[in-house]
């Protein structure tokens, strides 16, 4: 029989913990004295909570707060435990970050070195019933670092500190948009478990579209057990097996009749199943959903596509990739992972693809990923440095990987693995190889290791060795031509009008920056005056020269700002038009482009960044972007040699028939300078493009007009013949006027001639409020309501609240 009974350690499950510094540069007075710690949690956010330290995320606080990564830790828990009759108990530590040694009743159970995966530690015999003290002492993250470095060698890496000597969150050591606050501490659940005879360690459904469960199940197994029943219900079935002491691991098989198929978002509903595991008295319970997911990259007569399909269709991948979702990941919950990933439901994402410097997400993300039908590629974590092969790291490495894959690959949202983030492209490119001097960096984990753990254990889902990728070795891994590509010229080196330059298969990473929301950044960045390249505003800025290159990439797009809300609101601007620009250029593309993931969601505190939405989850004016550019129906005017087209895509499973009218207008008045109608009928996930002619692809005064493309049901483009540093734009096409309602206000502008781009931003009166669309463009004559939640109406809006590109050209 078996009778497992847990005892809970976190803060939540009623232990008391304390942490104290140890050794290491701590402030006078900290050294050895005890402040009560959450578990899980991380040592910042004790100290934070305690009064100890300021905000690591305001102000310049962030590099005075250094010491912690260089400090070592202890986590220290007094507890009482009853006997309860059973032959064995064990110590499982969910997630331990990162070199840790753990010691209970003053004997050492063992030492870790990996923030990636769990452990479990015997302490039968060790544990006494009465009072137990359980100790966790943490290096400073910095230093262990650094300590590997000089006894293994360096490796090349991006950024400040050697992170890939470590198997621990790389971000947390800062990245280009992130903040160097190396941390440590008890980040995942921590409990003990006691049992006898069998129980169940670790449960691997994997459902198909022909609506057939496989369901491993691996078994843990105590002196003197008896024969045991493993059984698996789903979907109104079930199946079970009576096997003996010491099996290892049982295979059941159930079919579900007619079941119904998981879909991404778009393409069908996610219906998903219950799964029961029992082994006796023990159980296991999640969801799976039937699918079957494949990616083609095949060679074609243009190169190698890459082609994710679902169920046998090919699915347009309409993306983001995405980073931990907050600095400090233990302050994450149900709640923020929803919101976030709504955002990406929200701008018309179907896929996420969580970037291998971050973490293998908490089971909160893959599950709302399942249920709102968001596709997951998952990045092994590796990412922009070089790895050793040898020991210790490989055994880490395999453990991590398989412990991560078991545990993701039930879920009907994962949809690719991925072996690392740029690390081919790096070593082909970045100048390794000199230091590396004919050492292994890591290609053994990405074509041998992680491909064959993936094959073993998740065969229903496809595998890339890395991102960019070609799928062939005697290829250049970042080829436009062939698998997955990262633009990275555009935003670095050149202007965004470089994406149509290229014709990639599949984009995996592309994007530009631009500020975060007035009041996120207002909240951090105190600077008198306000400035962009304050001290404190470059605190939060953290790409190289990444506020030079916000004012190069202007280019003739804008004009130069003349103060800090004109920069604010150019920067936003110019980064929701460089990424559409691609975006719309990509689509138009379609077949012979099959998708494009942005970078990124979302950030993980208060900064200038790539995100879509700012750290405190205001939606920046990139995020509406976003949201018309991956419509499920696009219309895009775009110069190819011949002349001007308008290109169509139809990412639905119903025909687009409708009509097209281009109207060519002036900017400065009302009425139609020419016209033309055409009908286009597009059929299911299909393209057309459309020549224009000379009538309304021509103007006759460009810097005075501009096409306007709509289509019969709603559908809308611009073209516009000159930058708008060119164009000419009245200073008074519009008025405003606002209107309180009852869940905040709404304001109208009614256009008298063209109005780009306008957007309005209630956060600059009250952080709390939050708007609806952005970057709206009327004609003469046309009006547009912005509704406004969460905040009172003011009397008026104008500059800097209510913006557009008529106020910065005149």
Known sequence: MTSLKTFDLTTDGGAAWTVRAVEGPAPDGLIGRAIAATVPGEVHTDLLAAGEIPDPFDGDNEAKLHWIGRTRWSYTSSFSWVADGNDRQELVAEGLDTVATVTLNGQELGRTANQHRSYRFDVTGVLVAGDNELTIEFEGPVTAAEAER??????????????????????????????????????????????????????????????????????????????????????????????????????????????????????????????????????????VGFRDITVNVAPDNDGTPFVLSVNGKPVYVRGANWIPDNAFVTQLNASMYRTSIQDAVDAGMNLLRVWGGGIYESELFYDVCDELGILVWQDFLFACAAYSEDEPLWSEVEAEAREAVTRLSRHASLAVWNGNNENIWGYVEWGWRVPLAGRPWGAGYYLDLLPRVVAELDPRTPYSAGSPYSFDQFIHPNDDRHGTMHIWDVWNQVDYTTYRKYRPRFVSEFGFQGPPAWSTLTSVVHDVPLDPYGSQMLVHQKAFEGNLKLERGLGEHLPMWKDINDWHWTTQLNQARAVAYGIEHFRSLFPLNTGAVVWQLNDNWPVVSWAAVDGHGIRKPLWYALKRVYADRLLTVQPREEGLVVAAHNDTDSPWTTEVTVTRRSTLQAGDLAQETFAIQIAPRSAVVNDLPESVAVAAKPAEEYLEVRAGDGETAYWYFVEDTALQLAGDAYTATVSATDAGYDVTVTATALAKDLALFPDRLDAAARVDSCLVTLSAGETHTFHVTGASAPEQVGVPVLRSVNDLLN
């Open 150 to 287: 000089e006894k293994r060698g360096s490796w090349p890496h991006t950024n400040l500190h050697p992170y890939n000597e470590l198997r621990k969150m790389a971000s947390n050591f800062g990245w280009d948009w992130g903040p160097d606050v190396a941390t440590a501490g008890i980040w995942r659940p921590i409990r003990i478990e006691s049992w006898s005879g069998v129980r169940i360690s670790s449960v691997r459904p994997l459902a198909g579209a022909d609506g057939v469960l496989r369901t491993f199940v691996e078994l843990d197994w105590a002196d003197g057990a008896a024969d045991a029943t493993v059984a698996v219900e789903v979907g109104g079935t079930q199946e079970s097996a009576t096997v003996k002491p010491g099996t290892e691991t049982v295979e059941l098989v159930n079919t579900v009749p007619a079941v119904e198929l998981w879909w991404p978002r778009g393409y069908g509903e996610q219906p998903l199943y219950d799964v029961t595991v029992t082994v006796n008295e023990d159980d296991w319970h999640s969801r």
